[in-house]
């Protein structure tokens, strides 16, 4: 008697399951146009949110509590002052656009009346976006300084050309489109897994699967394995379509191309043991969507998506770190624009992997097939 095939059988639902996704055109909208359509939006118009620059102060520069433009800078709800440890790290993150400038106040003696400065900007094109709302925030913080100091009577803030270092350009496309990878495999991935294994568990296919010879865990690599494929094929045309019409990043090319689907491997993975979970828990596939919105609509709006975090409150900031999505974001940026690798995002593969972990832990506990 011939040896019934687990691996051909994993192939009949793989291709069975990729094929059932394609008979539904508003899922193919949904996937592939829609996220589109928002990059192009977003990408061409910024995402709206109030920037938060962050800058470095310069050495030497006066920092007392007696200067009251270094205050207002200090206290200023656009910007955030980031000490750094030693030049070369401030130096990384001006250069991969990071870091808005390192800003230098350094006091001259020529005022008799009151103390004055003069004031300098050094940044890289990297940052040729937020270097302008920059130097109107140092501008508006001049005037009320000598406003408060002389009432105009006397030039007590210098403000020198700002130095510009010649590096890549960041775009906007440059943070949107890692945002809306993130944004589009979340939803889809979810709603397609628990909606997908909800019906064939009601229409007790798996129950019938399940009295089959086909392996159970074949069963479920071959319907995930088509979700999987489908969401690489979409992030696949997104990306193409960011580089080659809105010149997204692609740092090192093919390989960096490469090591951002690697991530997108491992951030399907994830989702897919959460669109099971929410598939097994429910009894109504009206509580799906329920579900679905509880655990993505939060990642969506603290995870950097459409907006850094950094314009959250610090405590807040630790939060955010702790999902997913935020490292999933996090990595695909450093990846694309940063021109880093996989191995240096070891801290989000970490993270993804105690997810991951945590979620098939549950999964196996809940798992349902009837």
Sequence with gaps: MQQYSQTKALWAVTRASFKAIFAHPASIFFSLMFPIIFVLI??????????VYRIAIAQGSDTSVTNQFYQGLKNHPQIRIIDFKDTVARRKEMVRGKLTGIVSILPVSDSLKAAAYVVRIVSTSASNNTIPALERIL??????YQLAASGFKEELITMMPTAREEVRKYRSIDFVLPGQLGFSILFSTLFGIAFTFFNLRESLVLKRFYASPVNRTNILLGVGASRLFYQLLSVIVLILFGHYVLNFTLQHGVFTFLEILIMTVVM????????????????????IPLLINLFGFPQMMLSGTFFPIDVFPTWLQEICKLLPL?????AIRKISFEGLHITDCLKELGIMGIWIAVIYIILGKVLKWE
């Design 326 to 330: 935020t490292q999933y974001n996090d």
């Design 139 to 144: 501008d508006d913080l001049k005037l009320r």
């Design 42 to 51: 977003f990408g061409a118009f910024g995402n709206g949110s109030t920037p």
């Design 268 to 287: 399907l993975f994830l989702l897919m043991g959460v669109g099971l979970i929410f598939s097994s828990i429910v009894k109504s596939d009206t509580s």
